[in-house]
């Protein structure tokens, strides 16, 4: 999963760093932040793929990051980092953030890997899906185009079983 970049935000800088040494291995670019604020000034300057967030923060929550980054950064998958499994905080970040997922601390760290790469892989295909809306559109707005001027040109007849018949001419 190398070429990816993952922000972890957390004010403890021994769960940064473990958090830094679990995923490292894998490849990933990995960045660190120990507020919201910071976090959001790194975004401002770089693409991140994923955001593994801690939600009890002083000054911003990750929920409130999370919120910020859903309408400013749509695409980067979002992960929140939790204390315990509090139902209050699960239902606030899904409705607030938009969360892939939660992580409960303390983690286990083959659990978490799999997580980040299933996130990432579910990214990949949400964009690859993306990319081939926009080509059906395209052409579908082409044939179209098509149509208007040489009507009849997408019609073709088929025959009884549905299959379209191409007459040499």
């Known amino acids: ?10 004010d403890e800088e021994k769960v940064r760093n473990s958090l830094v040494r679990a995923l490292h291995p894998d ?3 990995i960045l660190t932040a120990s507020s919201g604020q910071e976090a959001l000034t790194k975004l401002n300057e770089t693409k991140v ?3 593994l967030a801690d939600n009890q923060m002083p000054g911003m929550s990750g929920i409130e ?8 950064w749509p695409d980067t998958i979002r992960l929140l980092i939790t204390g315990g499994a509090d139902s209050e905080v699960a239902i606030s970040a899904i409705n607030k953030g938009e969360v892939y997922r939660f992580v409960i601390k303390p983690w286990d760290s083959e659990e978490l890997k799999l997580t980040i790469r299933h996130a990432l892989e579910h990214h990949k295909l949400l964009k ?11 052409q579908a707005d082409l044939l179209s185009d098509l149509e208007k001027k ?14 379209y018949v191409i007459e040499d001419s």
């Open 1 to 10: 999963m190398e070429g990816y970049t993952i922000l972890i935000v957390d």
């Open 27 to 29: 490849g990933y670019h």
């Open 49 to 51: 793929d994923l955001i």
């Open 65 to 72: 990051l999370l919120y910020i980054l859903k309408k400013r």
């Open 128 to 138: 690859e899906n993306r990319s081939l809306q926009q080509t059906v559109k395209r």
């Open 150 to 163: 040489h009507p009849g040109i997408t019609e073709l007849p088929r025959d009884e079983e549905g299959f």
